[in-house]
């Protein structure tokens, strides 16, 4: 399967508790995005990397939240100290650089916090 | 900073007919990227088609096609000979030719339901 991976597709935590997500992208893309889908309603950016580097950061990602590429290949979203308004969809997308518009998106792992 | 509004919660369709989805946005850009996604039950989301801010022409993948007005910043997708797996949620999003990062600007989403 040469799409893009996340993984675990489901996670249920106790608030307080901290998890973390992993987005394997398609191998030759080099751009790597992250963002939060709550219920009805459109996707929101947290984050990108280029390569190893973490380019962007949105408002969105609190202090709780962090994201790595430590070698430019998968990325780990891991959120401290959950809380119920952490529950959503995350979703992780790749890229080619700027060459090819548009990104590929992952499954999403479905996060809640009870 | 840019928006994307789909004014349009649900649509509905019968099969084999031709349905329009409503988008507008807001930037005061000149040079970027209008996407729709699809994103089925399964919530992987697709990419449907694009268009370049910069082309007169609309673009057109098979049964689907857009209307780009950029003057009035709408861009709405058509869907011909509608097919019972075109049943999903539709997202408009925006990307700016400037060096950000690419990263998209979604709309809150049409459900289009497909009646057989």
């Known amino acids: 399967d040469t799409g893009v991976s996340q993984n675990p597709r489901h996670k249920i935590t106790k608030r307080g508790q901290n998890v973390t997500f992993r987005c394997d992208p398609i191998?030759?893309?080099?751009?790597l995005y992250w963002y939060r889908q709550t219920l009805g309603q459109g996707p929101e950016f947290l984050t990108y990397f280029q390569n190893e580097a973490q380019l962007e950061k949105s408002r969105l990602l609190s202090d709780r939240f962090s994201a790595e590429r430590p070698k430019g290949s998968f990325s780990t979203l891991e959120i401290q100290r959950t809380e119920q308004g952490d529950s959503a969809m995350y979703l992780c997308?790749?890229?080619?650089?700027?060459?090819?518009?548009?990104?590929?998106f992952g499954q999403g792992t479905r996060l809640t916090v009870v | 900073a840019q928006t994307v509004t789909q004014s349009q919660p649900e649509m509905s369709v019968q099969e084999a007919e031709t349905v329009t989805l409503s988008c507008t946005y807001d930037t005061s850009e000149s040079d970027y990227y209008l996407f729709w996604y699809k994103q089925p039950p399964s919530r992987q989301m697709i990419l449907v088609i694009r268009?370049?801010?910069?082309?007169?022409q609309n673009a057109t993948e098979n049964r689907f096609s857009v209307n780009f007005q950029k003057a009035a910043k709408s861009f709405s997708l058509k869907i011909s000979d509608s097919q019972l797996g075109d049943a999903a949620m539709y997202f408009c999003a925006y990307r700016s030719e400037k060096s950000d990062g690419n990263k998209l600007v979604f709309g809150a989403g049409t459900i289009l339901r497909v009646k057989s």
């Open positions: 191998s030759e893309h080099n751009r």
């Open positions: 997308a790749s890229s080619l650089g700027g060459a090819v518009p548009g990104a590929f």
């Open positions: 268009q370049e801010a910069y082309k007169q």
